[in-house]
């Protein structure tokens, strides 16, 4: 089967976990319309404290559903939504995409990835031993985060369930994900 959504997600409140809805729309250069995370500028409580006038470049979160299925593998119940994703795909490893990757959600949205999702304390209050979960080292000792990716919306639309995915590859050399 080819790259597709197999849920979306938001929440207008700060929590941890997202609602699953059966289409969300993608506003350009904001985010999830009605999700907390919504704006041109940061959004995360964290990075509003520190600058809140950084660009946000963690509008849209991305969760492979693989990971969903290896973490009830090591025991850990998680659905859909629970780890604060907006979008839920399956058939892609985005965590090997490159930085500046443009996903084309259904028919009409555009997101570029910018950078892997660097999990927080939240995750272990969700569940105990979910970090850990979602962490792992590289043979050379560098840390791995599972826990998806960011993105901001290029293009807005209405994003449903089993919507495909297209991917397109950045030109040129390129980078790695890096934490954003």
Same mark, same amino acid.
């Given at each position: 089967?080819?790259?597709?959504?197999?849920?979306?997600?938001?929440?207008?409140?700060?929590?941890?976990?997202?609602?699953r809805?059966?289409?969300?729309?993608?506003? @350009?250069?904001?985010? !999830?319309?009605?999700?907390? $995370?919504?704006?041109?500028?940061?959004? $995360?409580?964290?990075?509003?404290? &520190? *600058? /809140?006038?950084?660009? +946000?470049?963690?509008?849209? $979160?991305?969760?492979?559903?693989?990971?969903?299925?290896?973490?009830?593998?090591?025991?850990?119940? !998680?659905? /859909?939504? *629970?780890?604060?994703e +907006?979008?839920?795909?399956?058939?892609?490893?985005?965590? @090997?995409?490159?930085?500046?990757?443009?996903? $084309?959600?259904?028919?009409?949205? !555009? #997101?570029?990835?910018?950078?892997?999702? +660097?999990?927080?304390?939240?995750?272990?209050?969700?569940?105990?031993?979910?970090?850990?979960?979602?962490?792992?080292?590289?043979?050379?000792?560098?840390?791995?985060?599972?826990?998806?990716?960011?993105?901001? #919306?290029?293009?807005?639309?209405?994003?449903s369930?089993?919507? /495909?995915?297209?991917?397109?590859?950045?030109?040129?050399?390129?980078?790695?994900? &890096?934490?954003?």
């Amino acid at each position: 089967m080819s790259a597709h959504i197999l849920a979306v997600h938001l929440s207008p409140v700060h929590e941890f976990s997202k609602q699953r809805f059966g289409c969300i729309t993608l506003l @350009a250069d904001l985010g !999830v319309e009605g999700d907390t $995370h919504c704006g041109e500028t940061v959004q $995360h409580r964290s990075r509003v404290a &520190r *600058d /809140p006038t950084q660009p +946000n470049l963690r509008q849209v $979160h991305l969760l492979q559903s693989e990971l969903l299925a290896a973490l009830s593998a090591q025991g850990h119940a !998680v659905r /859909p939504g *629970d780890i604060g994703e +907006n979008v839920t795909t399956r058939d892609i490893d985005l965590l @090997a995409l490159p930085t500046d990757t443009e996903l $084309h959600l259904g028919p009409d949205a !555009v #997101v570029r990835i910018t950078g892997l999702r +660097n999990p927080c304390v939240q995750i272990d209050r969700f569940q105990p031993g979910l970090m850990a979960a979602v962490l792992d080292r590289s043979p050379e000792g560098e840390l791995i985060r599972k826990a998806g990716v960011m993105a901001v #919306v290029l293009r807005g639309g209405v994003v449903s369930d089993q919507d /495909p995915i297209e991917i397109r590859l950045p030109a040129g050399a390129h980078t790695p994900l &890096r934490p954003v």
